[in-house]
């Protein structure tokens, strides 16, 4: 029968060759994209001057503003233009709404010698075009210099002022109790604000939008989605329906079909383990109490959600909630990554049949990662409360969202990335079998072990620009967690679900390279959801927009293929070792679809992004995506290890408390979604309606305080999900029994 060109591009050969043609392509597009950023950055004026030749502030201010901006972890505490954290306020729009209220007033008086408050609809609406006529054709952001008028002057003083009181003198009623920053920084600050509220209200040249692309909605000025935000989410609607049709087609009827003498393997059962391996029972009580750390936080975080006036068992001030926000989300990529770390070094032998030829490497590592997590962590708390002020940026808070740890603590951490890669692809390489899955795990690991440089650029000073650090700090973010992770770990379960005898090798290496085909293709270029708002140009909305949430698609329907074999071989009363760690896998691939493709799409088709940006409907996306695809796959590596040396030893075993731990995190964080979504989604709407600033206003969810208070239940399910899985695997490592004989 002859083959059609669709046969032979979802064959092996035809998916392999495909993966590496996109990718290359893929890539080559972003390093052009990158070599021509400088050309689409709103750029740092010279000076910022008044109509009368009063310089407000200049480069270096706007520069050493960013850095204190960075210092104190104000991105944990507000948003910069969207980016950053909920609590506090959006200091762009914050700048920007307050200075439109400014002009208001001031043309009201200049124009009509009375408040705004007193004018009629028709005098209104000409003060209305007098402030946009100031904003949008006065107020040019130019890299030679930009000139305020005197009205915008004024309010830019206005604005320094009020910022200066807050930042300083704190304000209970939003959790920022103050005390720590000094006047002559927050005049610093203020002037670094200013600028990005330029970028979002002053235009692009040649155009009719702003750097931001409009972003954020300002009915005061006029401003607005283009036509072409809901443009571009029709067309990624439509796409993504055609598209995953055609992958549950794709799967079922040409990557799913058992081939003749494609044969089930047996079950891994694992009769020894090697020294390195045994080396990593130490590394698992520790993943497992940074995941408890991490939570707890969470608890504290959420309860300073729904009452930020009040304390819960320590004064903010000893844990005020930026550093605390901070501590969380590293916590998450420690405890994660580190989790990671196990499972290649747990696997390599087991593919290889063959160890690590120094092992002491596996103890090096553990120190390493000790001392570069309990420094990053103490540095984030030091550098942000103030105590770092000469060392900072190399010791302490490096303040940038989710890369929060001192440059020191990450050249520790790519040091470890590089040293665990060595030791992974020193085991791996002497594999006789599994050639397709060990290629993914090592070129995986490389990207792993090496992405993460992107976000230390320039390696020894902060970048002045935001908009042009924000672009590689997603680099890490999304590329390096949202790309060579899902490869490892399409890689890792690949293997693991042959190796358990779950599925075939040809089924699971044909749905491994289509999965890895979807990552590079939507991956790459799906960063660029996270360019829309922060001053890169109107075709990132396009290109960042369209297939990110197709990602995880084939790896879900895999792991439902799985499942159907783990219930046939429950059925026929075999044994099944791993049924755990399986149940942790499996768990992640679901969570993964539903965290990065379903809440991936809630928030991002353009239209409904541009309304709910910084929001709280950002939640459940960052948290189920977060612990579902990485976390629980790092959970699932260390029961891995913990049963395959109580297989060994031959220890007691039971399922139950991992189970249980299980099914209490994946209800929790289910749960923790809904009330989040709802509480966006009326921050949406208010958006819509009166302008964003009112959206991140302390009071703008009052009328919601049950569904703030609700979070608890599930806060409570992933806190005690934890603390079972803290103790079940201490005692599984330290008080385990022998079975009896």
């Known amino acids: 029968m002859k083959r059609t060109l669709l046969d032979k591009f979802l064959s092996r050969k035809g998916l392999y060759a495909s993966f590496w043609f996109i990718g290359i392509f893929m890539v080559s597009i972003l390093i052009y994209f990158t070599a021509t950023l400088v050309k689409e950055v709103p750029p740092i004026a010279k000076t910022v001057k008044s109509q009368n030749g009063e310089v407000l502030y200049t480069f270096d201010d706007v520069a050493k503003g960013k850095g204190y901006f960075q210092q104190f972890d104000l991105m944990d505490y507000g948003t910069m233009l969207g980016m950053g954290a909920y609590l506090g306020p959006d200091f762009s729009t914050e700048f920007m709404h307050k200075r439109a209220e400014f002009l208001y007033e001031y043309y009201a008086r200049q124009k009509f010698g009375k408040s705004k408050e007193n004018l009629s609809k028709t005098e209104l609406a000409v003060v209305k075009e007098m402030t946009i006529f100031d904003f949008k054709e006065k107020t040019t952001l130019s890299e030679k210099g930009t000139t305020y008028t005197t009205a915008s002057a004024l309010a830019y003083k206005a604005n320094v002022d009020y910022l200066v009181d807050f930042l300083v003198n704190g304000n209970p009623a939003r959790a920022w109790r103050g005390g720590v920053i000094r006047k002559d920084?927050?005049?610093?600050?203020?002037?670094?604000?200013?600028?990005?509220?330029?970028?979002?209200?002053?235009?692009?040249?040649?155009?009719?939008?702003?750097?931001?692309?409009?972003?954020?909605?300002?009915?005061?000025?006029?401003?607005?989605?283009?036509?072409?935000?809901?443009?571009?989410?029709?067309?990624?609607?439509?796409?993504?329906w055609a598209a995953t049709i055609l992958v549950i087609f794709f799967f079922y009827e040409f990557l799913n079909k058992r081939e003749e003498n494609d044969e089930l393997e047996k079950p891994l059962v694992i009769k020894k383990l090697f020294p390195s391996q045994k080396k990593l029972l130490k590394y698992v009580p520790i993943v497992s109490l940074f995941f408890l750390i991490q939570v707890f936080i969470g608890g504290y975080l959420a309860h300073l959600y729904s009452a930020p006036a009040e304390n819960f068992f320590f004064p903010q001030e000893i844990l005020p909630f930026n550093v605390m926000r901070a501590l969380h989300t590293n916590l998450a990529i420690v405890w994660v990554t580190i989790g990671w770390l196990v499972g290649g070094m747990l696997i390599a032998p087991l593919v290889a049949d063959e160890d690590l030829k120094f092992p002491w490497l596996v103890d090096l590592l553990w120190v390493a990662l000790l001392v570069v997590g309990a420094g990053g962590l103490l540095g984030i708390y030091a550098g942000a409360q103030g105590w770092l002020r000469d060392s900072w940026f190399w010791l302490g808070n490096e303040g940038r969202e989710l890369l929060n740890l001192g440059r020191v603590w990450d050249i520790g951490l790519v040091v470890g990335l590089v040293l665990w890669f060595g030791m992974v692809v020193s085991v791996i390489r002497?594999?006789?079998?599994?050639?397709?899955?060990?290629?993914t795990i090592i070129w995986s690991a490389f990207g792993i072990a090496t992405l993460y440089i992107a976000g230390m650029m320039p390696i020894h000073k902060i970048m002045p620009n935001f908009t042009v650090d924000d672009y590689y700090r997603w680099w890490v973010v999304h590329l390096w967690v949202e790309l060579t992770f899902e490869l490892f770990a399409a890689g890792v379960i690949a293997f693991l679900t042959v190796a358990l005898g779950l599925v075939t090798r040809k089924t699971a290496e044909k749905v491994m390279l289509f999965e890895l085909f979807l990552i590079i293709l939507s991956g790459t270029l799906g960063v660029g959801h996270h360019y829309w708002w922060q001053g890169l140009d109107e075709y990132w909305v396009a290109i960042g927009g369209i297939f990110s949430a197709l990602e995880p698609l084939p790896l879900a329907l895999l792991m439902i293929e799985a499942i159907k074999e783990r219930k046939h071989i429950k059925n026929k009363g075999e044994d099944f070792y791993f049924a755990l760690p399986f149940l942790w896998v499996a768990g992640s691939a679901i969570m993964n679809w539903y965290g990065a493709g379903f809440l991936g799409m809630?928030?991002?088709?353009?239209?409904?992004?541009?309304?709910?940006?910084?929001?709280?409907?950002?939640?459940?996306?960052?948290?189920?995506?977060?612990?579902?695809?990485?976390?629980?796959?790092?959970?699932?590596?260390?029961?891995?290890?913990?049963?395959?040396?109580?297989?060994?030893?031959?220890?007691?075993?039971?399922?139950?408390?991992?189970?249980?731990?299980?099914?209490?995190?994946?209800?929790?964080?289910?749960?923790?979604?809904?009330?989040?979504?709802?509480?966006?989604?009326?921050?949406?709407?208010?958006?819509?309606?009166?302008g964003y600033y009112f959206a991140r206003l302390p009071d703008a969810l009052n009328h919601m305080d049950l569904w703030k208070q609700i979070t608890i239940i599930p806060d409570g399910l992933v806190i005690l999900g934890a603390a079972i899985i803290f103790y079940d695997l201490v005692v599984k490592i330290y008080f385990p029994k022998k079975i009896a004989a």
């Open 185 to 240: 920084e927050a005049v610093k600050i203020a002037a670094f604000v200013d600028w990005s509220q330029m970028v979002a209200s002053s235009l692009r040249p040649d155009t009719d939008r702003t750097w931001s692309n409009n972003w954020p909605a300002e009915p005061m000025i006029d401003q607005k989605a283009s036509w072409n935000l809901h443009m571009v989410s029709l067309w990624e609607f439509l796409l993504l």
């Open 602 to 690: 809630v928030i991002n088709t353009p239209t409904i992004n541009y309304f709910t940006h910084g929001t709280q409907l950002i939640m459940p996306h960052g948290h189920a995506a977060l612990l579902g695809a990485f976390g629980f796959i790092a959970i699932a590596f260390i029961y891995m290890t913990a049963r395959a040396n109580a297989m060994v030893e031959g220890y007691e075993w039971s399922n139950t408390l991992g189970t249980t731990a299980f099914w209490l995190l994946t209800l929790g964080i289910i749960g923790f979604g809904i009330p989040k979504l709802l509480l966006g989604f009326e921050q949406g709407k208010i958006a819509h309606d009166m």
């Open 430 to 439: 002497k594999a006789k079998t599994n050639n397709l899955f060990v290629g």
